[in-house]
């Protein structure tokens, strides 16, 4: 049986290319999006590469269908080896301005849809050498920017998440790690002015993703920051 990857919000941008990445390794894939068209456009993608693809619609923002996303992967009555909880948006903004509830729904979607995932299928990912948890930070998690407002906090705690649970795994054998992205060419800076080159590409962070599970299970990536060559925008 091939290994199992779960990737919240897995349709566009990096959930995507980290899925095409370990497609591309032979994995089998589950991921979930708001949308079904999209989704069954992708399962039927990734199914005549040959590999297992399942898909559930979510709103990783609400708490009641993140889980039934988990519900619907225990289901499948199969081991996790790998979870990626990239699921999140990005609203730019100033704390002292942007509207009423900007805060809730940015750590309901940035960091509650990771705890709430990770809760609902610990017990399914791989003790020993194999399991690994992957939680897409930011750079906005470790440096204040103009504009960065609620989304800036809402990364700030997923890091701060990320580090508790690599303490409470790893005597399990269960890694984690934090992928702290700059910008990166993704529906999210649609419409701005800047040639495509100053940023990153998907596949170089999904690339990265990868790398840091192919180690041995004898080391763990703990934090990796990834900017565009040309520095943060």
Not at 189 to 197: A, Y
Request: charged share 25%.
């Amino acid at each position: 049986m091939n290994k199992l990857i779960v990737v919240t919000g897995g349709t566009k941008g990096i959930g995507r290319a980290i899925l095409e990445k370990f497609a591309s390794e032979g994995f089998d894939l589950i991921t979930c999006a708001r949308k079904k068209d999209e989704l069954d456009t992708l399962k039927l993608h990734f199914e005549k590469l040959g590999v297992k693809a399942f898909a559930e619609v979510a709103d990783m923002a609400d708490r009641n269908q993140v889980k039934k996303f988990t519900e619907f992967v225990k289901s499948l009555n199969r081991p996790v080896d790998v979870l990626v909880n990239n699921a999140g948006f990005f609203v730019p903004g100033l704390v002292t301005e942007e509207p009423e509830g900007t805060l809730e729904s940015m750590i309901n979607s940035n960091l509650y849809s990771a705890y709430y995932t990770t809760r609902g299928l610990v017990g399914l990912i791989k003790s020993g050498t194999a399991g690994h948890i992957f939680n897409m930070c930011s750079i906005a998690s470790i440096k204040a920017y103009p504009n960065g407002g609620s989304y800036a906090i809402s990364k700030f705690a997923l890091l701060g998440f990320s580090k508790v649970l690599r303490e409470e795994l790893k005597q399990i054998g269960i890694r984690v790690t934090a992928i702290l992205p700059g910008a990166t060419f993704t529906s999210s800076w649609e419409g701005v002015t800047l040639p495509e080159d100053r940023f990153m590409k998907v596949e170089d962070v999904a690339d990265t993703v990868y790398a840091s599970y192919a180690l041995s299970g004898r080391s763990v990536v703990e934090e990796i920051i990834i900017r565009p060559q040309l520095g943060d925008l």
